[in-house]
């Protein structure tokens, strides 16, 4: 990386103000969808982080956070397919319709296996929110029940994602310039 982030950034995808709408319009539908509902966010930890913070605050009803961290092995870019729950949820969540938030739907090998699990431990419904979808690359199929933008298969940074645990602090979300990582 070099001093300057902004340097490493090839396009800015979504702005800052743009993610803003998406989380307000998709807070308004989670807000009606779940209405008297027993509400459990899930966010997988780390990436989901920034904009799970944006999307709850356009939540209106009551709900709970919780988090996991599953990781899948492989590379920095690319995913070997399987799936370690390195933490998981506190809440016990036996009554709870739960939504999964997430940063990017890609692959979809890690939201495959997480959704199960927690259908097995007793939740009511689970259901997924990405702030971004990549379906070019999907090899497992995925409901997504609500998506922020569909993307390009282009590595993306920014607004909790990131590439070697770096760039996440970015406001925006930016395809990263190849050469970073094709060293
Ligand atoms: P999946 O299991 O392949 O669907 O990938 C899920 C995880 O891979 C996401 O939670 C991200 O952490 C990571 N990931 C996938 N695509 C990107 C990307 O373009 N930029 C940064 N992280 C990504
Ligand atoms: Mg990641």
Do not use: W
């Not at 966010?43 to 990781?71: E, H, N, R, W």
């Amino acid at each position: 990386m070099s001093n300057n982030m902004l340097n490493d950034i090839e396009e800015v995808l979504l702005t800052e103000e743009q993610i803003d709408k998406i989380c307000r319009e998709m807070g308004a539908q989670i807000s009606a969808d779940y209405e008297g509902k027993n509400l459990l966010l899930v966010g997988l930890l780390k990436g989901s982080i920034v904009f799970m913070s944006q999307l709850m605050k356009y939540i209106t009803i009551p709900c709970k956070i919780d988090f996991m961290i599953a990781s899948s092995y492989g590379s920095s870019t690319e995913t070997s397919g399987v799936v370690e729950i390195k933490k998981d949820v506190t809440t016990p969540i036996e009554g709870y319709h739960i939504l999964i938030v997430e940063d990017i739907l890609d692959t979809g090998v890690t939201l495959s296996n997480v959704l199960p699990l927690l259908l097995e431990k007793g939740a009511k419904s689970v259901k997924i929110a990405t702030l971004l979808n990549k379906p070019e690359r999907r090899r497992c199929e995925v409901k997504l029940d609500y998506q922020g933008m569909e993307i390009p298969d282009k590595f993306v940074v920014g607004y909790g994602l990131d590439y070697n645990e770096e760039y996440r602090n970015l406001p925006f979300v930016g395809i990263l310039k190849p050469c970073v990582y094709e060293k």
